[in-house]
C-alpha cells in the first residue's frame, strides 16, 4: 500500500472522528486530557489497593457509570438545562432534608441514602446544582449584580452549603459554597467588594470555632501542630508526610511503597492516595499529574470563554474553578498546608457518587460550549 494511500485514510479517519465528536457535543482534546487522568489514577489505585482486584474493579465499573453520564448529559440542550435547574435545585435541597432525618449513618455522620438498588450521597449532587442555580438566577439580570442580587445568590448558596455542613460533612459544604461563590466572582463582583467580604470573613473566623464540632475544632490543631497527638489525631498528616519525603524524585517505584503496601498510610485508596503517589512515583509523578489537572483546568476555562450566554460562561467556568478547588485542597491537606476535610483527588480517589458529578460536570460543560446561537447576554 503506497504512502500516499495510507496518508489520505489516516486523514479520512481523523475527519470522521472529529465529525463523530461535533455530532456528540464532545470535545477531543478534553476527552483525552480526562482519560489520560482516568488511566492514572486506575494504574495507582491498583497500587494503592495492593493489588486487590475487587476495589480496583469496582472503580472500572464506576468510571464507565461516570463516562456514561457525561456523554449523556453533552447531549441535552443548553436551554433544557437552564429550563430544568430550579427543578434540580429544589429536588437537592428535599433530598439533603430527607437525609437529615432518614440517611443512613457512616463513621459518625449523616451523609448517605439508601434507596435499595443504589447508596448515594445527596450532595455531591449540589456540587453542580448550586452553581447553576445561581447562574440560572443571573442570567437575564444586568451584571455585575447589584447588592440585593448578590445577597439572593448568597441565600442560594447557604441553604444546601448549611444542610451539608449539619451533616457533618464540611469538606463537601465548603466545596458547594465554592462553586456558588465562583459564579458571583465570574459574574463580575466588584473587586472591592472581594476584598471587603474576605476581610469580614477573615475577621468572622475566630467565632466559626464556636460553632465547630469538636473534631473539626481537632484537625485544626492538628494542623497547626501535628505532631502533639502522633498516634492520634496527627497520624494521617505525620504518615502522609513520611510517605511523600522517602518518595524523593523518583520515587521507590508502583508498588513498592513502604508506606502504602504495608498499611502505615491511612485512607490510601481514597483522600490520601496524592500521597501514594508521592512515595511510589515521586516528585516528577506529581507533577505528572498536577500537570495534567492544569491542562484539564486550561481547557475547561477555553471552552466556558466559547459560550454563548451569560448562564453558559458561569456554569462552565464554575465547574473549571472548582475542579480546580478539589486539587488544591486535596494536595494541601496530605501535603499538611491545610486541615483534612476529607475532599476527594478527581478522577484517582477511589469514590463513586464524586466520580460520576464530576464528570456529569464536564458533560454539562461540553453541552454549554455547543450552543452556538447567540441568546443573551
Not at 278 to 300: D, K, M, N, S, T
Request: charged content about 10%.
Amino acid at each position: 500500500m503506497s504512502a500516499p494511500l495510507i496518508e489520505s485514510r489516516s486523514r479520512r479517519t481523523v475527519t470522521q472522528g472529529s465529525r463523530l465528536l461535533k455530532a456528540l457535543h464532545l470535545d477531543g482534546p478534553m476527552l483525552v486530557l480526562l482519560a489520560v487522568t482516568a488511566g492514572f489514577g486506575l494504574l495507582v489505585l491498583y497500587s494503592a489497593a495492593g493489588g486487590h482486584t475487587a476495589l480496583w474493579t469496582r472503580q472500572v465499573a464506576r468510571l464507565g457509570l461516570a463516562i456514561l453520564a457525561m456523554l449523556v448529559l453533552a447531549q441535552v440542550p443548553a436551554r433544557f438545562l437552564r429550563m430544568l435547574t430550579p427543578l434540580a435545585y429544589v429536588a437537592g435541597v428535599a433530598l439533603l432534608v430527607l437525609v437529615a432525618g432518614l440517611g443512613e449513618i457512616g463513621k459518625g455522620a449523616q451523609r448517605w441514602l439508601d434507596i435499595g438498588f443504589i447508596r448515594f450521597q445527596p450532595s455531591e449532587l449540589m456540587k453542580l446544582a448550586v452553581p447553576m442555580m445561581c447562574a440560572w438566577y443571573l442570567h437575564d439580570r444586568p451584571l455585575p449584580a447589584s447588592l440585593p442580587q448578590t445577597l439572593a445568590v448568597l441565600a442560594i448558596v447557604a441553604l444546601p452549603a448549611g444542610l451539608i455542613a449539619e451533616q457533618p460533612d464540611l469538606g463537601t459544604a465548603l466545596l458547594v459554597a465554592a462553586a456558588g461563590l465562583l459564579v458571583i466572582l465570574l459574574a463580575g463582583l466588584p473587586w472591592p467588594w472581594v476584598f471587603a467580604g474576605a476581610g469580614l470573613a477573615a475577621a468572622a473566623a475566630p467565632l466559626a470555632w464556636f460553632f465547630m464540632h469538636d473534631y473539626q475544632r481537632q484537625r485544626v490543631l492538628t494542623l497547626l501542630d501535628p505532631q502533639s497527638d502522633p498516634l492520634g489525631a496527627g497520624y494521617h498528616i505525620i504518615q502522609s508526610q513520611i510517605a511523600i519525603g522517602s518518595g524523593g524524585i523518583f520515587g521507590k517505584g508502583w508498588m513498592n511503597g513502604s508506606q502504602a503496601q504495608l498499611e502505615f498510610l491511612p485512607e490510601r485508596s481514597t483522600d490520601f492516595i496524592f500521597a501514594v503517589i508521592g512515595e511510589e512515583l515521586g516528585l516528577l509523578g506529581q507533577l505528572f499529574l498536577i500537570g495534567l489537572y492544569l491542562a484539564i483546568i486550561g481547557r475547561a476555562l477555553f471552552l466556558a470563554n466559547e459560550c454563548k450566554d451569560t448562564f453558559g460562561r458561569l456554569v462552565a467556568g464554575s465547574i473549571a474553578l472548582t475542579f480546580f478547588v478539589y486539587v488544591f485542597v486535596n494536595t494541601g491537606m496530605v501535603t499538611g498546608l491545610l486541615p483534612v476535610v476529607g475532599v476527594p483527588l478527581p478522577l484517582v480517589s477511589y469514590g463513586g457518587t464524586s466520580m460520576v458529578t464530576l464528570l456529569a460536570g464536564f458533560g454539562i460543560l461540553m453541552s454549554l460550549r455547543s450552543q452556538r446561537k447567540l441568546v443573551r447576554t
